[in-house]
């Protein structure tokens, strides 16, 4: 009797020093497991020499799809995007081809699948090779999260996981430019189980992550999964029409009982200031929102593929 398959969809970029690092623990894990497999590495334009180790593994192995993107398209959620798109498998296992995610979860994930769970994705307890700020700023970011967002998302957990096919299908109907996977399969829903997990540090090649980077997804993410903070802004508003006011009959109260009372410009520019700073503030949570509307209605393709290797069609 045939084997059932699983994808194994691996986002990369210049991860040349991990490639076959990753291919050779993916196929291990999968012997200790009743299926076959099929890994889906995507290439995100890598400008170290990626594409001909890749090119070589595809020629190789024909369990190996790879696909080329055509230009570099920033995170790698279109990457993974592209992976499911190609994926034949019963369910899919996404990774980051840094392997600080490991493979030898894979055979755990799955006696959670065929235990019933649709989804089932890498909780990190702990993170090796992050210094203690930033652990503490990921795992501040999560209770964050978690409090803002319109829908529950599980804390510490990436795109490392397993779905099954028809919760790919799902998260595949989702039509929406700026993209998330971790957090549009929270979205989605399905019964969902987290498995944790100690996150290795990098052993090979060199991150493009940076404390920047990370504070623009945090930002991102926010925005997309939480209404708050234009609740916020009419607090603000609110606080400030408040506190004005109550510093305006205070005023009037010290001119008129007071002679020594505060006169002149001074006062006046704080105020100004003051007021102009918070109009600033809000303008610009109002124009990050106004931002993600103007990227959406354009309908731009999250991205283009330039080649593939070993493309098999698509089960129906």
């Known amino acids: ?87 034949t498998g019963k369910a899919v296992v996404l990774l980051h081809g840094d392997i600080q995610d490991p493979p030898e979860l894979i055979p755990q994930f799955i006696k959670k699948w065929e235990s019933g769970y649709d989804v089932v994705y890498g909780v990190r307890n702990k993170r090796r090779g992050y210094g203690f700020a930033y652990n503490f700023f990921y795992r501040a970011f999560y209770l964050v999260l978690a409090k803002l967002a319109y829908i529950p998302i599980p804390l510490n957990a990436g795109e490392f996981s397993l779905m099954d096919k028809r919760v790919v299908k799902e998260l595949l109907e989702i039509d929406e430019y700026d993209y998330n996977v971790r957090c549009l399969r929270a979205f989605v829903g399905f019964k969902q189980i987290g498995v944790e997990y100690i996150r290795d540090a990098r052993l090979k090649g060199r ?3 940076s404390f920047a980077s990370g504070i623009w997804w945090a930002k991102t993410i926010i925005l997309n999964f939480s209404f708050k903070p234009l609740a916020w802004i009419s607090r603000i508003a609110f606080f400030v ?55 959406e209605v354009k309908r731009r393709p999250k991205f283009i593929i330039k080649e593939m290797f070993n493309e098999k069609p698509k089960k129906t």
């Open 241 to 295: 029409m408040l506190v004005s006011f109550g510093l305006l009959i205070f005023n009037i109260f010290l001119l008129l009982f007071r002679h020594d009372a505060p006169r002149g410009t001074p006062t006046i520019i704080l105020s100004v200031l003051f007021l102009g700073g918070v109009q600033l503030f809000a303008l610009s949570i109002i124009a990050e929102y106004i931002a993600k509307i103007f990227l």
């Open 1 to 87: 009797m045939k084997k059932k398959t699983i994808s194994v969809v691996i986002t990369c970029f210049n991860e040349k020093e991990n490639i076959l690092d990753m291919y050779k623990r993916i196929k291990s894990a999968f012997t200790k497991t009743n299926y076959s497999f099929e890994i889906i590495f995507v290439d995100n334009a890598s400008t170290d020499d990626s594409y001909k180790t890749l090119k070589q593994l595809a020629q190789k192995d024909k369990a190996v799809v790879v696909i080329i993107m055509s230009r570099n398209f920033g995170s790698p959620q279109p990457s993974f995007i592209a992976g499911m798109q190609k994926a």
């Open 207 to 209: 991150s493009t992550e």
